[in-house]
């Protein structure tokens, strides 16, 4: 059984990069422009929620350092 490949914040950004770099280039057709752009936005909400949840505990541990 094929493993699970785990969630990596530097590869997604890289993919939204690569993706944005084909929809700039203008070879694609409309319809694969929404379809990509879709594949971004979903990959942008993640990151968003990656740094989201990693900024409040570098916050917490940095209240903890100034409580010690």
Known sequence: MAKKQQWNYEVTVARIEEILAEIEGGELELTEVFSQFEVVVASLQQCEHFLA???????????NLGES
């Open 53 to 63: 949840t990693h900024r409040q505990q570098v916050e917490l541990l940095l209240e």
